[in-house]
DNA sequence: TATGAATGAGACTTCATTCAT
DNA sequence: CATGAATGAAGTCTCATTCAT
């Protein structure tokens, strides 16, 4: 075998263990409120000890925002698949579909409420925000735009996803409600807002 | 003076020093993330010491709470206020009037934030908390009443809710953003949902 | 009791509490290597807890810096004293004062070696050493002076304080000797180096 | 090829190896503070892995040690060399180019100071100094000797040694000075030295 | 033999909370 | 009732060292 594959072996390694603390730790941030998750709890759930989490992450908050990250180009990659699929995507239909996704990707949701609240993002990472939120908002508007939507679509297509993630901080975890419950209330909510959202007439 | 008389007093006395807490940490919270908030620069900004504020909060948790449910009763009193100028408040107007309401108090806002997504209500709090929530929406709803909206109210009273909660969330820190302009871009986005949830026709 | 005294009584309360802290860590550094002198082994040896160390002191490197100016503030005091003791303070005297001085209190001197060699001295501290420092040196250069010494004085000052500091250096902890051993040679070095430096003829 | 031939050969490729480190590892202590260099940052410089360091020495105090002694022989021969070099070497041309070694060999001169003070030389350790030391101070002896000095040489010796190795102490990273400064003074103060210890007269 | 990923003890530090005064 | 000094658990992170490959 070739220095050069075993490199490459190495890096995939390298790459596989990555993933699996990233998801391990998405799982476990989604399961509580995420800033109360230790480094110890995140080492636990991969199988490993607390210094290894730090051979694959400067810190803990370099991992928050990957797993940030990782929430918005999901999204943006779902989003895709959605308006490829079949002739277009419904505003109801996006709505829905953005709802449900930050239903079963708390983390991501919770991150979003946390860097945009905390106001903490570094200007590193915020060059690295920028262009995956514009990815994001540009799909979107294209889905407005899709709707026959006119107007400032820009800034429906702003109002839109606030309102959307408003749904979620504001009934995501009701207190003496079951998930399914929740998700059954917030995609509901999420058609209404869809609803009216949708061209009149 | 009777015992009872003395006893009122000293009631009235602590009721007055608990709110000069509750005034103190509201100030303080709204200047930062609250999560970062000390007892101790609490019981500095009130001017006593970190063990007195535990004579009035069994624990910080419990003065967040009241900070909250503080919040929350401002709001409803300013719709009702609001309701009873002149021949009623429009749906847009309400929009604006909750998200500026929002806007000069973060505070209140990110404590949605943290309970709803930190799903660490007790049950006591969550007794507290419903009759003030119902309130609010009871206010909501008939503003979403007097607007024309029909069918189901409350939940168009839940969606609407939900979409400017969400303004904030998404642009409350936009990061580079002056709070001036973020007032600004708040407030437009109010008017694009107020004006999407408003009747048609 | 007013209000007044009360402050002051605990201003002084305070500044013993501190003032115990750092005559637990002199003694400690003074033990062994003191870089390697923990701060659970410090609030051990004043007998509280870890915490109450950071009510006194921001941080270790500031416990550290303290150590090493009140060990210059000792030194420069013992040497005034000396100087109006008799008819003044004879170079090889003061040799052996300054040597012995070490002998007894090296933390002072390992400090000195470890700001010195690590160079980590912020700009704030270096402001506070500076003056020390040169206060130091001013009352060695009185007694090289007392002694008859001509030519660049300040210079001859920097030499013996150097050449001082090197006998211990070079057998404070000679490995396999008593410190009784120890004291004994360096003061008998102290000795030659003093008589070296003496005025000949 | 025979096995004896075999194993020298392998004996020899392993002492250039553990050479390589160490003089690697010289290089990287000489640059900064040699307490805050880590294996792993040796590992880099020598080009080799981590755990590679662990089979030419025990542990970090081991190569600690190693570089030390290099430095006393390497000390040695600068000595020797300058002693056969035309006709003796003046006390202060010793002083001088004693100083100007240390300038340039920092690292030696830390170890120096982290084992004498550390006083963590084990039984084994200090055996493998005790030689190499005397060495240096014999070859200092001859010098002082060879300067006319009578009386207790081998105390004068010492003396002298000390206090060279306190100019550095005093003097080698004094904030704000730049490496040529330092060295300037450091020479210059070498230079008074070495004057005082000359034979009067 | 070399590798380098993993380890895990242990360092500093923070802060909600308690309790003697 | 108020104080504020003290507590100590818990957090993040570092790094010498080990060991399976």
Known sequence: MSALT???LREKEREARRDLILSAARKLFAEKDFRS????????????SPGTIYRYYESL???????FFAGALDMTELLDKE??????CSLKRFCQVYVAYLNENMSFYQMMS???????????ATERLNPIMRELMDNIEAIVEEAGLEGDTRMITHALFSALNG?????????????EEIRRHTLRLAGVIGGFFE???
């Open 6 to 8: 075993l490199h490459a």
């Open 37 to 48: 998750v230790t480094v110890r709890e995140i080492a636990k759930a991969v199988g490993v």
């Open 61 to 67: 908050d370099d991992l928050f925002l990957d797993v």
């Open 83 to 88: 308006r490829k699929n079949g002739e277009g």
């Open 114 to 124: 946390h860097f945009m609240l905390g106001g903490r993002l570094s200007p590193e």
């Open 167 to 179: 749904v979620m901080i504001s009934y995501a975890r009701y207190p003496g409600r079951s998930l």
């Open 199 to 201: 061209k009149p007439g």
